[in-house]
């Protein structure tokens, strides 16, 4: 498959470098001071890291690991939403390429249809007045039957969503624009800024959801959007609840 390549990857104001080889994106930008913003990819990561503290296997050279690492002015309360702002920004800019199907599972999976095709693991730490955005995006390029056998759920590879596969290096300057957009949009104006578009690309409206909520409990529903914060909100047999952190176990029609 085609290599990355720093200088093909083209993205105005962002500072661009390709790594060989790395423990974790993710890990070495939240480590450094960035001014300007940075988009680091790695052909291989060896400590991929996931949500909820798992890890995130891909295959050297052929899938995509990259962090997009930028400053962000917005108070801190906030800055949970980046996690929807970024899952918008991936499945957008995976739509305008042609992966038609590609839609979020709460709060920022990509899935197509109900295989996950790729994750986003966003982080954040104060930095100065400012705090400083990572976003991490992995996503399932070329196909890997051995690893999809293994996975605990069903997943998706970019090659068997879109013919011909477009070079990793135009992949990621997309989807690089795409967040690089949403951050700014956030940025200027919020969550409100994105929200609609969060709920016209999420894969699971009006259906009935079993969610794990994080203290352990289950929860189901009907998916009802969003609450402002960016919470998934269910229509439950006790009225309307709003999901702030958890993982949901099951999608069926209502
Ligand atoms: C998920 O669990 O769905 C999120 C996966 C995020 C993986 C990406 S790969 C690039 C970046 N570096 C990491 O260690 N993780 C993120």
Known sequence: MDALDEAAIRLPGVQVRVLGRCGSTNSLLLAERVGAPVLLA????TAGR???????????GRDLTFSLARRIARPARELAALSLVAGVAVTKALRALGVAR?????PNDVLAGEAKLGG????????GRA?????GVGINCRTDRERARRARRRVA???????????????IERIGLALLAALDAFEQRGFAALREEWLALHAH????LRVRLADGRTLTGV?????????LQLETRGGLRAVRSGQILSARSA
């Open 42 to 45: 790695a052909e291989a990561q």
């Open 50 to 60: 996931g949500r909820r503290g798992r890890r995130w296997l891909s295959a050297p």
């Open 131 to 135: 705090s400083l955005a990572v976003i």
């Open 120 to 127: 986003i693991l966003v982080e954040t730490r104060l930095a």
């Open 157 to 171: 590879f970019l090659e068997e969503l879109l013919s011909p596969l477009p070079s990793r290096n135009l992949l």
């Open 102 to 106: 590609a839609a979020i599972k709460w």
């Open 205 to 208: 409206a009006g259906r009935r």
């Open 223 to 231: 998916a009802a959007g969003l609450d402002e914060e960016g919470g």
